[in-house]
């Protein structure tokens, strides 16, 4: 069973940044960012595999990047040039023979 606990979310004004942490209970394989505004399906924001192998949802690349430290288990997920489109929920997800989600965290832009 692993575990994920995020942290970072909050509220900024458009144009600001913010980073987001997620840290698993044990090691694991492929780490991930997706996000859930109301009314719409959870997306991919992005992607990690342990070896540092990236992919972005379209809709962010060039604005957020995505981390880890394998030695802590943890993934980042550094937003820049928020747009209030990129409003939701964002959720931690990790593969390790199956997936494993967090809890969410609310991130809010305003215009």
């Known amino acids: 069973q692993v575990q994920l606990v995020e942290s970072g979310g909050g509220l900024v004004q458009a144009g600001g940044s913010l980073r987001l942490s997620c840290a698993a209970s044990?090691?694991?394989?492929?780490m991930g960012w997706y996000r859930q505004a109301p009314g719409k399906q959870r997306e991919l924001v992005a992607g990690?595999?342990?070896?540092?192998?990236?992919n972005y949802g379209d809709s962010v690349k060039g604005r957020f990047t995505i981390s880890r430290d394998n030695a802590k288990n943890t993934v980042y997920l550094q937003m820049n040039s928020l747009k209030p489109e990129d409003t939701a929920v964002y959720y931690c997800n990790a593969e390790k023979g199956r997936i494993y989600w967090g809890q969410g965290t609310q991130v809010t832009v305003s215009s």
């Open positions: 044990g090691s694991i394989f492929s």
């Open positions: 990690i595999t342990r070896g540092g192998m990236t």
